[in-house]
Structures are given as C-alpha cells and as structure tokens.
C-alpha cells in the first residue's frame, strides 16, 4: 500500500481524544475540523519543560529522496508510547514547493506516519500562507515606501535585499524587474521571490518565544540601505504590528496524531540548507510542557539541520538535548561507498562498508557535542541481514548502538528496539550537551571552526564580496550573532559530487547575507538557491483527485 492509502485506511481520533491524553480540556483548543487544533501558548510551563526529556533525531548526508528521518521521529514516538512513556513527536510542517514538486511530503511513512496526512502537506491551519503574506506585506510597504513623494527613508532601489515569497517551486520567480508599466506602478527596480520555507519570516516564527517577541523580531528585520550606506529595518517602515497581526494564529503550534494516536505537534518548517531547519520554539516548549519525552528532528543530514538545531536553536531557547539518534540507510551508505542511482537498492556489502565512513564522520561529529549518537538503520526491502550486521558491527567498533528500526513496516512495534536504545542513553548518563563555538566570537572563526570540525575542510576562502559582507556584519554591529551555514546537503563540502568523507578540501565563502530579525547570519558556499525549480516530471503529475474527493499519489 501506498503511504496514502495507509493513512486513508486508518481512522483517526477525535482531535479532543487525543488532547485529552495530554491532560487538555476543550477550552485549551482551538479546533480545525475533527482532527486538528491549535493550542494556546499559556499551556507552556518552564519548570516542566526543564524536566523532560529532548530526543534529537538527524542523519547521516542524504541521498535525494532523504533517508526517513522524519518516519523514525514518528515511529520512536509510537515505540516510546508502547513502551508506557508519555512521549510527544514535534515537527516541522510540509512546505508545498517539494509536495508538488521532487521529494514529496513530510508526515512520514508506511505505518510510521502522522495525520490527517492529505490535509498536513497541503494548506493544514494556514500557517504557511499568513507567513508568505506577513512576508509580502513587508515588500508592499517597502515599495510604497520608495514612491513616496521625496522618499523620506532615503531609500536605495538598488540595495533593497527584502524579497516577496511564495510556498511553490517557481524557478521563473528567482529573478525579476518590477515597477514596469510607468511611474503609477512604482520604482522601477531588481526584485525576486523566495520559497516561503526559506524566508526569513519563517525563520522568524520559529525562533520567536512570544507574541511580543516576534512583533520585536519582524521589526528588526533588515530590508536595506540607504543611497548613504545606513541600514534600514522593518520598524522604520512601521511594519512589525501589521505583520504580527497576520501571524497572530500562525504562532500557535498544531496538534495532531500519528496514525497509532498518539499526539503530535506540527509547526513552523524553515529549510536546513538556507536556514536553521527547525520546527518552532514554542512547539517544543510546548511539548516538553505536555509531555515526558519530546522527539524532534533537524533537516538534511547532521552538518545542517542538527548543527544549526543545536547551535541556533538551543542557544536562543535554551535547550539541552537528552538523546540523538543518527538515522542511517544502507542505500545512502551505497550511495557514498560509490553506488550509482540505479544501484542504490542492490545490496552490496563492499560499498556500504566503504560508505560508512560518512556515517563515521557524522557520529564523531555529534560527539563534540557531548553526546552518544544511537543509530537507527531504517529498514528497507531491499536491504540484507549481512550489510545491517556489518553496519552494526562497524558502529559497535566504535562504541556506538545501531539498531534496525522498522517503523516503516510495523510502526511503533517495529521501533521498540530503537526506543529501548534511546532511553538506555539516557539513563546512562553520558550525554551532556555542549554548543561547537561560542557566539562572541569573531565572524571568521565561527565560520571556520564548524568548516573545519564538522566538514572536515583544510581551511575557508572567502571571495571579495564576502571580505565586504563580513566588515559591513562588524560596521552594524551583528558580530555577536551565530552562522547559519547554508551549502549542498549532498556533501560535507560544498562541491556535492563529494560523497562519502571528503579530504584534503577547502571551503568558499561567496557571500554572507543578514538575518538580522531571525537573529543569525548566512554564510553561502557555492551557489544555493531559495527558490527551487520543479523537475522533468514533477510529483503534482502523478496525483489524482476522484469525483468523490479521494486523493491518491499524494506522499
């Protein structure tokens, strides 16, 4: 069966059943439809977040199809639950640009999924289109700004760096002139859109602690410069009520189920390669708040998602991971042993052996940042008792736990094992969560510092426009700030043909861009794009929707 066929052949709960197993009442939901509801932020508590446990859950560097993070978040959530824990999985919200377009959805797999999954990778509770909106509100008041009589901010049409956004994959939308058609259409200027999961808008919601703290985030949004060279933020464009305003619900985390009923809270879903790849602040106090244990996941492999999880995130919201389990597949391990495309599903021990030393560089890794990985190989038809064996031979050679996690297959059952791993790592007491670097250090030594202990690059280059960038973050004072490295997600460098555990390699810093609202800087290696296009043959051509309203080819 198809993963929406299995979720359209299980019945869910009544979203208040589920909201009751986390001790709610009605009156604490906001209810949309049967089946999901938002929660207000007053459910939060400090003192019991401080006490649950955070399982982190990243992987190795991905194949393009991704390697099921987001299926093992799910199914440890329901393998916890089957082993009596009081355990929450809280996630990221499907953007549509990769529903319609190459890698699909993201509520999970198989029997290891959340629901209702038709409605969580469309439109859900809006979320997505009050931040494009707060977002293109911005741009509007921007260029009416600049047609102002006088343009009393001083404005430079020419040094704008605010773009619209937009939750498609629309490749024509990267680079455009606007203000076309004559003097009543505006100042005519460079203008473009970013895919609304790349914005820094939604990087904003996500890291934001409170109604008020957003308003003060948005407002500090850096739009551009003066024909001087000063800087010029949200605030002076008196944006930030506005705009707060449009994303007054969307701050509001969403409850929902996996298909075992047990609760889930899907919010927020910033991209890992541009920013820092997240679900929300407030989910996961908020899940920590309801529940003993809390999974999560960061986006891309370990070098992306987890770094800037455990860098960004847990620095601003003051976070500690408990556990982190590194999903691992023996498709990617082929893929980086020298599998081509076509081989990834024929087992070949050789390659995965040659392969792991992706995986390797990954756990050592999430070793500096005092914690003991546990690995979940997720489970395929095609895979063979020999190469897990060997895989876990390998991660035994190490001093890691590897367990074959089939949650795809068996849901929470078939994740007991894993969920066994992952609560002996903590109660053993060797995970004692530490940042890579510290935030008061320079630019430069941020940037090199991951580059070279996560990466594992000889050193950094930096273009003439980047040497510009870094003294123009130094002139405004936003030193202080983390790195938000955006590169491929297909290799530790930023050459993607790279695979496997490249050496004897430099980075290049192109440019760095600012996210002043958000809270963080972007250093960009290579050429990465916020606004994807679609493929040859993109998913939206394999779905159907019948007379009745029964959707298929969604995944």
């Known amino acids: 069966m198809s993963d929406i066929a299995i979720a359209q052949a299980t019945a869910l709960r009544p979203i208040r059943d589920i909201a009751a197993r986390l001790g709610l009442v009605e009156d604490d939901l906001e209810l949309y439809g049967r089946y999901k509801a938002k929660l207000p932020l007053r459910l939060i508590d400090l003192e019991k977040t401080a006490q649950s446990q955070l399982i982190l859950v990243t992987a190795l560097t991905p194949t393009p199809a991704?390697?099921?993070?987001?299926?093992?978040?799910?199914?440890?959530?329901?393998?916890?639950?089957?082993?009596g824990k009081r355990a929450i999985a809280v996630l990221r919200e499907p953007s549509l640009g990769p529903v319609f377009g190459a890698k699909g959805g993201a509520t999970g797999g198989g029997h290891a999924q959340i629901g209702p999954m038709a409605d969580i990778n469309l439109h859900f509770t809006g979320d997505f289109s009050a931040i494009e909106k707060a977002n293109n509100l911005l741009a509007a008041l921007l260029d009416n700004a600049l047609q102002l009589p006088g343009n009393p901010l001083d404005l430079d049409p020419r040094a704008i760096l605010w773009k619209r956004a937009m939750d498609l994959n629309d490749r024509s939308l990267r680079e455009l002139v606007i203000g076309l058609g004559g003097r009543g259409n505006g100042v005519m200027r460079a203008d473009g859109f970013n895919i609304t999961a790349a914005s820094e808008v939604m990087a904003i919601l996500c890291l934001a602690t409170s109604l008020a703290d957003l308003k003060q985030k948005l407002g500090g949004i850096l739009v551009g410069f003066t024909h001087g060279g000063e800087p010029v933020y949200a605030r002076q464009l008196q944006a930030e009520e506005a705009m707060t305003i449009l994303l007054?619900?969307?701050l509001l985390p969403n409850l929902v189920q996996t298909l075992e009923g047990n609760p889930a809270l899907v919010h927020g879903g910033p991209f890992a390669n541009i920013a820092q790849g997240t679900n929300s602040v407030l989910a996961t106090r908020l899940g920590l708040s309801l529940a003993d244990y809390v999974v999560t996941e960061a986006g891309f492999g370990a070098d992306l998602g987890a770094e800037k999880f455990m860098d960004i995130k847990c620095g601003y919201a003051g976070l500690r991971p408990a556990a982190l389990v590194l999903v691992a597949t023996l498709r990617a391990l082929r893929h980086h042993g020298g599998a081509s495309a076509a081989e990834l599903n024929t087992p070949d021990p050789a390659r995965v052996e040659r392969g792991?030393?992706?995986l390797q560089k990954h756990l050592e890794n999430m070793r500096k940042?005092?914690?003991?990985?546990?690995?979940?190989?997720?489970?395929f038809l095609s895979d063979t008792p020999e190469e897990i064996a060997l895989v876990q031979r390998l991660c035994a050679g190490l001093g890691v736990v590897a367990v074959e996690c089939r949650a795809w297959a068996e849901g929470g059952r078939g994740a007991?094992?894993?969920?066994?791993a992952v609560l002996t790592s903590i109660d053993?007491?060797?995970?004692?969560?530490r940042p890579l670097y510290d935030w008061s250090l320079p630019i430069k030594a941020k940037i090199e510092t991951i580059a070279r202990e996560l990466y594992g690059a000889d050193g950094v280059d930096y273009s003439a426009k980047a040497e510009a960038d870094i003294r123009r973050i130094n002139r405004l004072g936003l030193a202080h700030l983390p790195v938000c490295i955006a590169k491929t997600q297909k290799s530790f460098s930023d050459n993607e043909k790279l695979v496997g555990r490249p050496t004897g390699f430099r980075v290049t810093v192109r440019e760095l861009e600012i996210a002043a609202g958000a809270g963080f800087v972007i250093p960009i290696l290579g050429t990465l794009?916020?606004?994807?296009?679609?493929p040859a043959v993109p998913a939206s051509a394999g779905m159907h929707i019948s007379d009745e309203g029964v959707i298929?080819?969604?995944s």
């Open 552 to 554: 298929t080819g969604l």
């Open 248 to 250: 007054r619900d969307a």
């Open 66 to 83: 991704g390697e099921g993070k987001t299926t093992m978040s799910i199914g440890l959530t329901d393998g916890l639950n089957q082993l």
């Open 416 to 420: 007991a094992d894993l969920a066994t």
């Open 428 to 433: 053993g007491g060797s995970n004692n969560f």
């Open 369 to 379: 940042f005092g914690l003991q990985p546990v690995v979940a190989i997720n489970s």
């Open 356 to 358: 792991f030393a992706n």
């Open 529 to 534: 794009l916020r606004m994807p296009g679609l």
